[in-house]
């Protein structure tokens, strides 16, 4: 229960930490505000550029999950089964 807690608290901690200051958030537009640092984006390319990062990004993440849910081995030693078995 007491690791819960702390992760739990340092999850909230972490976000805080995370988000951009006061000033910085003035700066950007309204979907980035509070998300990032600096100034916001310069022109419509800095919009492609993000847009295609968070794709890969999104992509990989996905793909990850889906070869630990279902690695596809069927051998019971392989290595990617010892995760699922904890």
């Known amino acids: 229960m007491k690791i819960k807690t702390v992760l739990?608290?340092?999850?909230?901690?972490?976000?805080?930490?995370?988000?951009?200051c006061p000033l910085c958030g003035k700066q950007?537009?309204?979907?980035t505000r509070r998300l990032t640092h600096g100034?916001?984006?310069?022109?419509?390319?800095?919009?492609?550029?993000?847009?295609?990062?968070t794709a890969i990004?999104?992509?990989?993440?996905?793909y990850s999950l889906k070869i630990l849910i279902l690695p596809g081995e069927r051998n019971s030693d392989?290595?990617?089964?010892?995760?699922?078995?904890?």
């Open 8 to 20: 739990a608290l340092l999850m909230f901690l972490s976000l805080q930490i995370a988000s951009a």
């Open 28 to 31: 950007q537009p309204k979907i």
């Open 39 to 53: 100034a916001g984006p310069q022109s419509n390319w800095d919009w492609v550029i993000v847009s295609i990062v």
């Open 57 to 62: 990004a999104l992509l990989t993440f996905i």
């Open 78 to 86: 392989h290595i990617k089964l010892s995760i699922l078995s904890n």
